[in-house]
């Protein structure tokens, strides 16, 4: 990129806030003649004193403005390794813990908690993690290499690589001593300490990551699927007890889909994983009160849609596949809990070159958000590929529907790989729902996208009308939680924003449920110009009711013309004015009065 459109771009944003001509929505400044002078002259002095300058190429079609209103969430932040972490990364093992049998040397915590956020990790079943005296007491307690991969690993809390030696965690007398570690770590108060953010629940295996290990051996020495299930919900209950009961605290760090069992015995997959898609360790730990964490997030769909103990799964309407996302679910309900992710691995951790890009990163973090992850273990890669879309998610991270300042949804196709089923799942949708509505809002999918990555392979991030065959419409539903003028009183002041692909020389408009009982009332035309550019537009709108009074129970849809076909990949509602009070259900609504719309492009209102 030439270093003055660097600049230029750097410049841009800074005279966005004073600039009356600024279009948020395409990231383009109509100037002053004052202000191109202006701009000139700070470009001159700043290009004399800088020899190179380092910004990612990021699409012009994004945006990711928000009011200014808009704060982060307190439950919600990093705990990675990006400008945004707010935690300290806290690794201790046992043996510094307990290096003598019933001493207990909490220091390296406590020093932690009294100097800020704690995320913390206790690794105990490493051999290389276990003080000395638990194998000299129980010379026979069995010990086990990492299988699949079966190779060393890099343990980070000593920054060595370990051969993967790992004790049977399950084994009675093991259990039993970490129970007594519980019992100190309760007997400190540090779960309760107000800086005690959240901690990786199971103390299992590498990075104190959990998976269901070694069955073929427990087989073998007589233990049953019931036997470790039963020993499963004894450890949680440990960490409640050692945690206080601030059970929320704790990360659950196995999946909420079907568990892999290694080696694959019929009666222990049918004793863990449930008809409902999920499986019985997880259902304990979110029903034991656990927050949960999942890693592969960068994989996008791959593991991620049907995890039905997290409030996700798909759903079915007439012949389309949907994620869907339960908020009314105890596990996403709950704001206590943290539901964390990890966006860390671009280009690396044995990701493939070129998926550090900004589609990778920009698709991954909408992903979190469609979960409605919390906190994110994120890598600094993604903030200086995609700093804007990074800012944003930070603010909405951690939002529910009834406080979250905008809702949006990404019109896609894609399949979760993980299943192998081959279904095509529609859309990731926050508060914000495209549907196929018959006969005039059918639309079909468009824009392929090929990733190098195996879990993700080819997807659809657009949508399109078919006017061929009579559809000239894409319809949408507003979550009533939202905004809906029989529920709530934040109605009226919002934007809408549409990302879309100028690739016609016509024009499309909104047309919206309003406030006067109009259900199809018209924005101004929005002109193309046929250059071939994605683009975000973004419509004001003061007056809308969302009542769900279009076809099909919608609030809003999109008309290409009547003559061409619109492709569109992004839509989000924004409000305005903050909401006076939390949007309860069933509360009485408050109603604002209507007064009028606005678009806005390309920084003019037409």
């Known amino acids: ?50 020899s190179s300058v380092v910004v990612a190429d990021i699409p012009s079609e994004d945006d990711w403005w928000l009011p200014e209103w808009v704060e982060k969430s307190a439950n919600s932040g990093d705990y990675g390794n990006s400008s945004y972490a707010s935690t300290a990364n806290t690794k201790i093992s046992w043996k510094d813990i307990e290096p003598v049998e019933g001493q207990y040397d909490w220091s390296v915590l406590e020093n ?32 086990h290499r990492f299988r699949w ?78 036997d470790f299930i039963g020993w499963f919900q004894r450890t949680v209950d440990d960490y409640v007890y050692g945690f206080e009961g601030n059970a929320g605290k704790l990360l659950y760090t196995g999946t909420a889909d079907a568990e892999w069992i290694e080696g694959g015995d019929s009666s222990w997959v049918a004793g863990i994983n449930s008809a409902d898609g999920g499986n019985v360790l997880s259902k304990y730990a979110v029903s034991a009160g656990a927050g949960a964490r999942t890693g592969s997030s960068e994989w996008l769909d791959y593991g991620l849609v049907d995890n039905p103990d997290w409030g996700m799964s798909r759903k079915k309407i007439g012949s389309t596949w949907y994620q869907a996302v339960d908020d009314n679910h105890p596990f996403l309900k709950d704001s206590i ?56 998610a930070f603010k909405t991270m951690g939002k529910t529907v009834y406080n979250t300042p905008d809702a949006w949804v990404a019109l896609r196709e894609a399949q979760d790989h993980r299943t192998g089923d081959g279904t095509w799942l529609q859309n990731w949708e926050r508060w914000v ?42 319809y949408f539903d507003v979550d009533d939680r939202f905004i809906n003028k029989s529920r709530n009183a934040d109605i009226g002041n919002i934007q809408v924003k549409v990302t879309y692909l100028d690739n016609f020389a016509g024009s499309w408009r909104i047309e919206y449920d309003a406030d006067d009982g109009n259900a199809y009332k018209q924005s101004t035309a929005i002109q193309n110009s046929n250059d071939g550019q994605w683009k975000t537009v973004t419509v004001s709108i003061s007056d809308a009711a969302f009542m769900n009074r279009q076809n099909g129970g919608m609030d809003l849809r999109l008309f290409n013309g009547g003559t061409q076909d619109l492709t569109v990949r992004f839509l989000r509602v924004i409000k305005l004015t903050q909401p006076l009070t939390t949007t309860i259900p069933g509360a009485e609504p408050v109603l604002q009065a209507p007064t009028g719309l606005q678009v806005e492009l390309l920084g003019e209102n037409i």
């Open 1 to 50: 990129m030439v270093i003055t459109n660097v600049l230029a771009s750097l410049m841009e944003r800074q005279l966005a806030s004073i600039s009356k001509f600024v279009s948020y929505s395409r990231r383009k400044v109509a100037f002053s003649n004052f202000s191109r002078q202006a701009i000139s002259i700070v470009l001159f002095t700043f290009i004399s004193s800088v």
């Open 112 to 143: 932690a908690l009294a100097a800020g956020d704690v995320f913390l990790r206790i690794f105990a079943s490493d051999v290389i993690h276990v003080p000395a005296w638990l194998g000299e007491k129980y010379p026979d307690l069995k010990v």
């Open 149 to 226: 991969p079966n190779k060393p690993y890099y343990d980070v809390h000593t920054k060595t690589s370990s051969v993967g030696d790992f004790y049977e965690i399950w084994d009675p007398r093991f259990e039993a001593e970490f129970r007594q570690l519980m019992q100190s770590f309760r007997d400190h108060k540090l779960g309760s300490h107000p800086n005690m953010k959240f901690s990786y629940l199971m103390h299992g295996w590498r990075w104190n990551e959990w998976g269901v290990k070694w069955v073929p051996e427990m087989i073998q020495s007589g233990i049953t699927v019931q």
């Open 337 to 392: 809990r943290i539901f964390g992710a990890e966006n860390e691995c671009f280009a690396s951790c044995g990701t493939p070159a070129g998926t550090d890009d900004y589609w990778h990163i920009k698709m991954a973090t909408l992903k979190i958000l469609q979960m409605r992850v919390n906190w994110v273990f994120l890598s600094q890669k993604a903030v200086n590929v995609a700093p804007d879309q990074q800012a944003y």
């Open 433 to 474: 729902y495209q549907r196929e509505v018959a006969p005039e809002g059918l639309t079909t999918r468009v824009s392929s996208h090929s990733s190098p990555l195996s879990q993700v392979k080819t997807t659809y991030e657009a949508r399109s009308t078919n006017h061929a065959s009579g559809s000239d419409y894409i």
